[in-house]
């Protein structure tokens, strides 16, 4: 684990670069007024949080991305903190809030506001760039295509890879999007979970891989000072999205990706609540199995307050990431 103190040492710096432009990033939204729509659906404790600037998502990526940037371009003078595999992943958290972005403000100053985009553009331009991703993952950086659990083997997808890579990273993007509707809570998750890949990705001899996901670290910290509760910040789909497809990515890229819904169980079981209430919805006439989905919601109806709920979930994530990291290496 020699990468560690680099690793630590780029988290600390994306945290601080997060920082020194994060309030200055905060007025300038509110002087926009780029605030948050609140769903009059949903719990009445959230109508206090109604235009609360979002679009935060680019206090992380930005950071991320300028502090990569500077890294790789130091192999011109034959120093080298990063390769080329992290483009990749960065590229995919650019991309994916720039789409986040689109939606963030179709939804606050567009002709759909209130709403964002058609959730139907929205999907496919999920599928297209994560097909794209697959491709690359498969065909240019020729990454491991599965471990399998408990053997150790390296398995290879063939033709399949591709359908399944796409599946994951738009499944992880939508995931941590749904997770995201409680103050500091999608950024502490995908903090965690990119802890656990980044480990991983160190234990695999993958530096530049782990060396990425810790400096992703950092700046979600640095974004979550704003975004605690009550929150002055909300990172929006440009952060959610682009959080989600990234981890998707990044697991991937180690091959481990089986272990994904261990490491990230809390957007899991968020997605599924979402299933699982719209199905029994249908199947019932109108019937409920959650008092609201995402699940957040139902226990925050159950009486939960908002710090409670983050905490707890945070917790089950924090237990659940190193449960993770225990089977790959057990």
């Not at 297209?128 to 240019?140: E, H």
């Amino acid at each position: 684990m020699q990468e560690t103190p680099l690793a630590l040492a780029l988290t600390t710096l994306s945290f601080m670069m997060a920082m020194i432009w994060g309030g200055p990033l905060v007025r300038l939204l509110r002087h926009l007024r780029i605030g948050k729509m609140i769903r009059v659906e949903g719990p009445e404790s959230h109508i206090v949080k109604m235009g609360t600037p979002t679009m935060g998502g680019w206090m992380i990526i930005l950071p991320v991305a300028m502090l990569t940037i500077l890294l790789n371009a130091a192999k011109l003078f034959g120093i080298e903190y990063l390769g080329p595999s992290i483009l990749l992943p960065l590229v995919v958290l650019i991309a994916y809030g720039m789409l986040g972005a689109i939606d963030d403000w179709e939804g606050i100053r567009g002709s759909r506001r209130g709403l964002g985009m058609r959730a139907r553009t929205k999907f496919a331009l999920q599928v297209i760039l994560a097909i794209a991703i697959a491709f690359v993952l498969r065909d240019v950086l020729i990454v491991p295509q599965m471990f399998w659990p408990g053997v150790g083997g390296l398995v290879k997808l063939g033709i399949w890879y591709i359908p399944i890579a796409a599946f994951i990273i738009v499944a992880s993007c939508n995931a941590i999007n749904i997770t995201d509707g409680l103050d500091g809570l999608a950024g502490l998750i995908a903090a965690t979970a990119y802890v656990a890949f980044g480990i991983i990705a160190l234990l695999q001899d993958q530096p530049y891989v782990g060396r990425f996901c810790f400096t992703l670290v950092g700046a979600i910290f640095g974004f979550l000072w704003f975004n605690v509760h009550p929150a002055e910040l909300f990172m929006g789909d440009t952060g959610s999205l682009a959080l989600g497809a990234t981890l998707g990515t990044v697991a991937l890229m180690t091959g481990q990706w089986l272990y994904l819904p261990i490491i990230a169980i809390i957007p899991l079981s968020e997605t599924l609540s979402v299933i699982l209430q719209v199905a029994y919805f249908k199947m019932t006439n109108g019937k409920r199995l959650f008092k609201m989905a995402p699940l957040h919601h139902h226990f925050e109806l159950l009486g939960w307050s908002e710090t409670q709920v983050v905490q707890r979930f945070w917790l089950v994530t924090l237990l659940f990431a190193m449960l993770g990291i225990g089977l790959i290496f057990a």
